[in-house]
Nanobody
Framework: QVQLVESGGGLVQTGGSLRLSCAAS????????MAWFRQAPGKEREFVAA????????DYASSLKGRFTISTDNPKNTVYLQMDSLKPEDTAIYYC?????????????????WGQGTQVTVSS
């Protein structure tokens, strides 16, 4: 099991940027796939992006590719989500998650460990 703690959320204006962080700790998780999901009020949780700790091509939700970038800092055991050109519709709670089998998946029920979430609010 891995413990995940998100940070970096906040209030930003349309067109602004934020960088979210997800600090991982616990048992060996080098083979895990790490992902970001988000959940807006009244909507289902949706996939944002995923990456492995090892060097690999990330996976993105097609609607977000080009504005969002997922990356890892392995020595710091941290996963980042750089969000640029933010829009009001990006307002949501953003969650970090881990798939212990190291699989790239887009369904939230295929992820085993979750952080508590961090709120991102984009004002118009």
């Amino acid at each position: 099991q891995v413990q995940l703690v998100e940070s970096g959320g906040g209030l930003v204006q349309t067109g602004g940027s934020l960088r979210l962080s997800c600090a991982a700790s616990g048992r060996a998780f080098g083979g895990y796939t790490m992902a970001w999901f988000r959940q807006a009020p009244g909507k289902e949780r949706e996939f944002v992006a995923a990456i492995r700790w090892s060097a690999s091509s990330p996976d993105y939700a097609s609607s977000l590719k080009g504005r969002f970038t997922i990356s890892t800092d392995n020595p710091k055991n941290t996963v980042y989500l750089q969000m640029d050109s933010l829009k009001p519709e990006d307002t949501a709670i953003y969650y970090c998650a881990a798939n212990r089998r190291g699989l790239f998946r887009r369904r939230d029920d295929e992820y085993d460990d979750w952080g508590q979430g961090t709120q991102v609010t984009v004002s118009s």
